[in-house]
């Protein structure tokens, strides 16, 4: 056996790492500046296709309009969505209630006063009754004539349809805007 001396050992491997790392660094600068090297080559023969300034001031104005006409449509679109949906839902919500049958009773008033909680005035015939709807049942508070509910102001003169007021014939439309004030007018 030949008897190897720690500088002697350490020689191969300190020169095969310097040479390998030479290697390397060559490979990493040619792998660098070759394709460099070869894009400047063909990039300073090759001619740039730009359009030119007026056909990109051309171009771009219809753009600029047509973005504008797309946002009115969806705008539109989202807002029919809406109405059609609103649509449904009130088709539905009628579907669901029952009609009366008769016209013996009527609902005059309803208040909420809570969850599951609201105060009904329903009219039966010549009488008013004041019931309270919870959670429990319904409870009836009290019984008003229909002359004690007019003067207590629970019920509205009802005006025939043909009648003159002030001059001027009530239409079915002006009932609906009377009634709209009185609905929406702060006492």
Known sequence: MKEVTPVQGRLPS?????????ALVAAVLSGLLIPAAAFAADGESTPLNLPSAQKTAETAAPGAGGGLV????GLAIVLAVIYGLYWVLKQVKAGRETAATGSGLKTVATLP??????LHLVRAGDEVHLLAAGEG???????YRESEARALGLLED???????VGGAAVTPLRRVVDN????TVIK
């Open 14 to 22: 300190v020169m095969k790492i310097r040479s390998l790392l030479r």
């Open 70 to 73: 797309r946002t009115i449509v």
């Open 113 to 118: 006063l809570g969850t599951n909680r609201t």
């Open 137 to 143: 049942g319904v409870t009836q508070i009290r019984t």
């Open 158 to 164: 009802e005006v025939p349809t043909a009648t003159v």
């Open 180 to 183: 709209l004030r009185n609905r």
